[in-house]
């Protein structure tokens, strides 16, 4: 079993800054790639972003393509998304999540999933 927890979520502007971060613990022994998905309210769970063990593939959304970047601290077994330019169709949860093969852009790769945090951008 892997625990994923997300931190960092809070109300901003538009134009704002944001980092959120995933801590995993538990079976982290395993080689997971980490990945982001965000859920706005009556909306379906959408990629964002996704990044393999070793940082070798990294991908977006095209919505957040040259805003968010994603990065990871493999000795903390940390993920980071850095969001710049905030808009408010950014609203959403942020879900962290982890996966062993493929790229991460499909929820069915991923075996595990954080909790969520909120992110609101205000217009």
């Known amino acids: 079993q892997v625990q994923l927890v997300e931190s960092g979520g809070g109300l901003v502007q538009a134009g704002d800054s944001l980092t959120l971060s995933c801590a995993a613990s538990?079976?982290?022994?395993?080689?997971?790639?980490l990945g982001w998905f965000r859920q706005a309210p009556e909306k379906e769970r959408e990629f964002v972003a996704a990044t393999t063990w070793n940082g070798g593939s990294i991908n977006y959304a095209d919505s957040v393509k040259g805003r968010f970047t994603i990065s990871r601290d493999n000795a903390k077994i940390t993920s980071y998304l850095r969001m710049n330019s905030l808009k408010s169709e950014d609203t959403a949860v942020y879900y962290c999540?982890?996966?062993?093969?493929?790229?991460?852009?499909?929820?069915?790769?991923?075996?595990?999933w954080g909790q969520g945090t909120q992110v609101t951008v205000s217009s």
């Open positions: 538990g079976r982290t022994s395993r080689r997971y790639g």
């Open positions: 999540a982890a996966f062993l093969s493929g790229l991460g852009y499909t929820i069915g790769e991923y075996e595990y």
